[in-house]
């Protein structure tokens, strides 16, 4: 039997880290909630990860995240993760009722 992952979506979580500098290059410029692109984070074939998996990023971060080709695989996982990471400290405090924090 294959368990459907568990989405949450929440509009309010998505607007408290699009509010957020990069977590990245500090920039307050153009921050989107930059969701991860991991299959264990809910990422499937054209479905979003979860939006607890989401990071603030400014555009320029976030195109090199998902896009960029100066970066491999790994080490794009790993600063979406570092700034996941920082996101989660960010708003810890703020976090939405409703919605596990990772």
Same mark, same amino acid.
């Given at each position: 039997?294959?368990?459907?992952?568990?989405?949450?979506?929440?509009?309010?979580?998505?607007?408290?880290?699009?509010?957020?500098?990069?977590?990245?290059?500090?920039?307050?410029?153009?921050?989107? +909630? !930059?969701?991860?692109?991991?299959?264990?984070?809910?990422?499937?074939? *054209?479905?979003?990860? %979860?939006? #607890?998996?989401? +990071? !603030?990023?400014?555009?320029?971060?976030?195109?090199?995240?998902?896009? *960029?080709?100066?970066? %491999?695989? #790994?080490?794009?996982?790993?600063?979406?993760?570092?700034?996941?990471?920082?996101?989660?400290?960010?708003?810890?405090?703020?976090?939405?009722?409703?919605?596990?924090?990772?």
């Amino acid at each position: 039997m294959i368990l459907k992952f568990p989405y949450i979506r929440s509009k309010k979580l998505l607007k408290l880290v699009a509010c957020l500098d990069c977590q990245i290059c500090g920039s307050g410029l153009m921050v989107q +909630a !930059a969701h991860s692109n991991m299959a264990q984070h809910g990422k499937g074939r *054209g479905i979003k990860a %979860s939006d #607890e998996y989401t +990071a !603030a990023l400014c555009m320029s971060c976030h195109y090199e995240i998902d896009q *960029g080709k100066t970066l %491999s695989k #790994e080490e794009r996982q790993d600063l979406w993760q570092e700034a996941h990471q920082k996101t989660v400290l960010a708003l810890q405090d703020q976090w939405p009722a409703g919605v596990p924090m990772p």
